[in-house]
């Protein structure tokens, strides 16, 4: 069985549930599809057999011959490694082989294959997160050239060009395919295992999503690096996708990523990507078969660990010196907005009115006439209100996201922000003068 995945898609945890299996042996990354398609190349070569236009691809006619000894050599190697393991069923779990997947079929015709997705979104933030100093791994590197100082349009490019041969191949052979999607593999570990393992024609094991991490896995060959400090599989990275800035990714590459995600039954980016009001889990509702738990018990209140209680302790006292200090800013009405984990309500929203001194609980459906909003989910406010993250560094990694209704001005834009952490506690500005926070040319705050 072959898991056909990119990068940050979930497939090093795919791993682990396959080899944790008493009968199915899936080590590290053996890059084992692309080694076929080496071997097909050289054999066809030799053989003078046409090759790919395109160097490292399969070519389009290997030979007969060439597929038997491919196959020969495959089975010495897995053979083996099975004898070793005392198991029965190779999977075999590398990046990139969508691009093998039709020589494979011909090596094993009656090879399965797992067609792992995960949401551009998630997938693009999962990514920065993993390359912090700069995109390399999980063969980022050739696309960032193409778009040096712009990670998100990079990685976007790199899902595009990694989802697409899956979903043809998904769609070429059905009765062969079984599609995963990240999401629905975390939200639901133990009913997304046991189709896996019927998939592959394995007996039942259930518990194996909670013991898959007790036992000891072969730690050579790439894999995601944070599974080494994983005890239990999680959702709340599920939607953090939010955080992208999708007017980095240019029209046409959206409308492409679209089309594409739609038919996997995932939502559109959309100009309202990250925006209040969108729901927190990235998939269409019609195609999520099972409630996401939040880990470790019972959902939480919808404002746990917002920034209600802060807004409104300082409104209190504030006073008129509060909106005499931050000008006709003050007069402006704002939401915040905490997005709750994938499996509770969707978010939770305050809006602020300095003037009246009132922090007001709204629907997501009311009409809250407000002239800006920030947004972020509950464990960045946790983080922020802890003040263990800033709450500028959280803008500029857009874990928090400023949003105004209409056209502003960037000193607007600072007066507002600094209001708010004057609200939340954050900072003193009571030396501060207006003035200070303007451009020098003297712009007014609206």
Not at 71 to 99: H, I, N, P
Not at 121 to 143: K, V
Not at 167 to 183: I, K, M, T
């Amino acid at each position: 069985m072959f898991v056909l995945c990119m990068g940050r898609s979930g497939s090093t945890l795919l791993r682990f549930l396959l080899d944790a299996h008493p009968d199915l042996a899936c080590p590290p990354e053996t890059s084992l599809p692309a080694l076929c398609g080496q071997l097909a190349v050289v054999w066809s070569l030799i053989e003078g057999a046409p090759l790919s236009p395109e160097r490292g691809d399969a070519p389009p006619q290997v030979p007969d011959q060439a597929i038997a000894g491919i196959r020969r050599m495959v089975d010495d190697l897995t053979g083996s490694y099975l004898e070793r393991r005392g198991k029965k069923q190779f999977c075999d779990k590398s990046l990139g082989s969508a691009r093998f997947a039709e020589l494979l079929v011909r090596v094993y015709p009656a090879a399965r294959f797992l067609c792992l997705y995960r949401h551009p979104m998630d997938m693009i933030r999962s990514g920065l997160d993993a390359c912090p100093w700069g995109l390399n791994g999980y063969g980022f590197e050739q696309y960032i050239g193409g778009s040096p100082g712009n990670g998100v349009l990079a990685l976007a490019r790199y899902w595009l060009d990694h989802a697409a041969p899956i979903a043809v191949f998904e769609e070429q052979h059905p009765d062969r395919c079984l599609r995963v999607r990240y999401e629905d593999l975390v939200a639901d570990p133990e009913v997304v295992a046991a189709a896996v393992y019927a998939f592959a024609g394995a007996r039942p094991a259930p518990g194996v999503t909670r013991s898959c991490f007790s036992r000891e896995r072969e730690q050579f060959g790439p894999a995601d690096h944070k599974i080494w400090a994983t005890a239990e599989i999680r959702s709340d990275s599920v939607g953090r996708g939010e955080s992208v800035p999708a007017g980095l990714i240019p029209p046409p590459i959206i409308a492409a990523i679209d089309d594409l995600a739609g038919k996997l039954g995932y939502l559109p980016i959309g100009e309202d990507w990250g925006t209040p009001g969108k729901p927190a889990d990235p998939r269409v509702p019609a195609t999520i078969n099972a409630a996401l738990p939040r880990p470790g018990g019972d959902p939480a209140p919808a404002d746990a660990g917002g920034p209600e209680e802060r807004l409104r302790a300082r409104l209190d006292g504030a006073g008129d010196e509060f909106a005499d200090r931050w000008g006709s800013c003050a007069a402006d009405r704002f939401l915040v907005v905490s997005r709750n984990p994938v499996g509770q309500r969707s978010e939770a929203r305050w809006l602020v009115d300095v003037v009246a001194g009132t922090v007001t609980a709204t629907g997501e459906d009311e009409d809250d006439d407000a002239q800006w909003n920030i947004l972020g989910s509950s464990r960045v406010w946790g983080e922020v209100l802890a003040g263990q993250t800033n709450l500028h560094a959280a803008l500029r990694r857009c874990d928090l996201r400023y949003c105004s209704a209409g056209e502003d001005s960037s000193p607007v834009t600072q007066i507002r922000l600094a209001m708010l952490a004057d609200l939340l506690g954050l900072s003193s500005w009571n030396d501060v003068a207006l003035s200070d926070l303007a451009e020098p040319s003297g712009a007014a705050a609206r």
